[in-house]
């Protein structure tokens, strides 16, 4: 008669290799549903950061068009010199690594200075998200490249 090996490793059970194959997939196929739902719900928190400070730069044009009837001169930031009018007075400076660590924010007015773009474009992050963009006109409109759903 054949012996059956039992599963003991000096009196203690072990795991069979089957059983640790089937909780290794279990494992994997729960990272795979959790891994993407936890990079959407941090991209839509930079994504919120970033509709936070196009409101204030929104406000802050609101503010110079009251004083001056004109929207504001050029702003880009990113990690360089803030070129815009509405610093110090309209806004805060935008320049700070804790603003733009996500996003660089753009502005531009038409012509005429009746109107204007601010633009947030995502920076870094993982491939899907790089490049997005966020927009607000003068009108309050938002759009732009970001997930729809995700926009006030």
């Known amino acids: 008669m054949i012996e059956r090996p039992t599963h003991r490793i000096r ?3 072990a795991f069979t290799l089957l059983e640790l194959m089937i909780v290794v997939i279990i494992i994997g196929i ?6 993407p739902g936890f990079i959407r719900t941090t991209e839509k928190a930079k994504g919120d950061e970033a509709i936070t400070n ?3 730069i929104f406000t802050g044009e609101r503010m110079y068009r009251l004083d001056y009837n004109i929207y504001c001169d050029l702003l880009e930031t990113g990690f360089g010199p803030l070129d ?10 935008m320049t700070t ?3 733009t660590r996500y996003f660089t924010f753009t502005l531009w007015r038409s012509g005429d200075y009746l109107s204007f ?15 997005r963009t966020i927009t607000i006109d003068q009108d309050e409109a938002w759009g732009g490249t970001w997930p729809p759903e995700w926009l006030p």
């Open 11 to 13: 009196g203690k059970k």
């Open 30 to 35: 729960l990272s795979g549903i959790a891994i």
């Open 54 to 56: 196009l409101r204030l």
């Open 84 to 93: 815009t009018g509405l610093y110090p007075d309209y806004i805060e400076d």
């Open 97 to 99: 690594p804790a603003r």
């Open 117 to 131: 773009t601010a633009t947030a474009t995502r920076t870094g992050g993982p491939p899907a998200y790089n490049g």
